[in-house]
């Protein structure tokens, strides 16, 4: 399974972007499961949403659970994080990944997507 993320960018604080990740070259809706992660400079990448294979379960990070989204369409092979009153410590790279099982711990991902850059200016 190929990841490719998108959507990135700078943003004020308070304001909102919609990152999105299309999968390519696997079965995407049947047997995985997708999820959120992000990295700041000098920090180790942390879980931010994941989604089941329906989309009926999300869970969230508590950083960011009431401002945060992870939608899936798998008719389209995409998944999305609607990101709303971003702060500047939603400053990071934020992956996408693939799952068999759902799970919050990165080493239970083994497809990731290259990353796309948000940054938040206060």
């Known amino acids: 399974v190929q990841l490719q993320a998108s959507g990135g960018g700078l943003v004020q604080a308070g304001g909102s972007l919609r990152i999105s990740c299309g999968a390519s070259?696997?079965?995407?809706?049947?047997?995985?499961?997708m999820g959120w992660f992000r990295q700041a400079p000098g920090k180790e990448r942390e879980f931010v949403a994941a989604?089941?294979?329906?989309?009926?379960?999300?869970y969230y990070a508590d950083s960011v659970k009431g401002r945060f989204t992870i939608s899936r369409d798998n008719a389209k092979n995409t998944v999305c994080l609607q990101m709303n009153s971003l702060n500047p410590e939603d400053t990071a790279v934020y992956y996408c990944?693939?799952?068999?099982?759902?799970?919050?711990?990165?080493?239970?991902?083994?497809?990731w997507g290259q990353g796309t850059l948000v940054t938040v200016s206060s």
């Open positions: 990944a693939a799952s068999l099982g759902l799970s919050t711990y990165t080493s239970a991902y083994a497809y």
């Open positions: 070259g696997g079965t995407f809706s049947s047997y995985l499961y």
């Open positions: 989604i089941t294979r329906s989309g009926s379960g999300v």
